[in-house]
C-alpha cells in the first residue's frame, strides 16, 4: 500500500478514537459518580449533561465534544491533507462519538462534535451559525428548534458565499445523520432511567 494512503487512513482512525472518547461519561463519572447513560434521556452527550447534571458540566461537555471534532481536522492539516481528506477525517470523529469503541459503541448524536470540525473548517460561517443558535435559543428556550436554525443559517452561508461543493456535501450529510441516530436510539433510550436532577 501507498505510504501516503497508509498516512490518511491512520489519520482517520486516529480521529475517530478521539472521537470515541466518552467525555460525557468520564465527567459524570468523575464529578458526579454517576452514569449519564443511566440519568435524564440517557443519551451521553453535552445536552443530556446540561439537562440533568447542571449548566456547568453540560458546557464543559460541549467545549470537550467541540475540541475532538476540531482537533482532528488540526491532525490532517498537519499531515498536509487535501480539503476531501480534511472531511474525512472529520466524519470519522463524529462516527466515534456517535459510536465509541470505548464505551460499547453507544455514544451521543454528534451535534457537538460536528460543529467542532464545521469551527475549523469555515470558522466565520460556523461562528454566525453559533450566533443565530444563541439568538434563538435565548427566545424560544428550545435547544432544538435553535439548532435547527443555526445550522440551516449554516448550510445557507456555504450556499450563498460559494464554499467548495465538498464542505456544503459534508455538512449536509452530517446534519441529516443527526436525526438518523435518534432514531437509532429511540428503542434504547425507552429503557428506565433515573429522573433528571
Not at 474525512?88 to 470540525?117: C, E, W
Request: glycine share 10%; proline share 4%; net charge positive.
Amino acid at each position: 500500500m501507498d505510504d501516503t494512503i497508509l498516512l490518511k487512513i491512520s489519520v482517520i482512525l486516529i480521529s475517530y478514537l478521539i472521537g470515541s472518547i466518552p467525555t460525557a461519561l468520564i465527567i459524570s463519572r468523575w464529578r458526579k459518580g454517576v452514569d449519564i447513560r443511566r440519568v435524564g434521556d440517557g443519551n451521553m452527550g453535552a445536552r443530556n449533561t446540561f439537562r440533568s447534571l447542571g449548566r456547568k458540566l453540560g458546557v464543559i461537555v460541549a467545549l470537550a465534544d467541540i475540541l475532538k471534532g476540531s482537533f482532528s481536522i488540526f491532525i490532517a492539516r498537519w499531515f498536509g491533507m487535501d480539503l476531501n481528506w480534511e472531511c474525512a477525517t472529520g466524519a470519522a470523529a463524529v462516527l466515534g462519538h456517535d459510536f465509541p469503541i470505548f464505551a460499547k459503541f453507544r455514544g451521543g448524536q454528534g451535534l457537538a462534535t460536528s460543529y467542532g470540525t464545521m469551527l475549523v473548517l469555515f470558522p466565520i460561517i460556523s461562528l454566525v451559525g453559533f450566533a443565530v443558535y444563541a439568538v434563538v435559543f435565548l427566545l424560544s428556550r428550545n435547544s432544538n428548534i435553535s439548532a435547527s436554525i443555526g445550522f440551516a443559517s449554516i448550510v445557507f452561508n456555504l450556499w450563498w458565499f460559494h464554499l467548495p461543493i465538498i464542505l456544503l456535501v459534508y455538512t449536509l450529510i452530517l446534519l441529516l445523520f443527526i436525526p438518523v441516530k435518534k432514531l437509532l436510539d429511540s428503542g434504547r433510550l425507552r429503557e428506565p432511567r433515573i429522573p433528571a436532577r
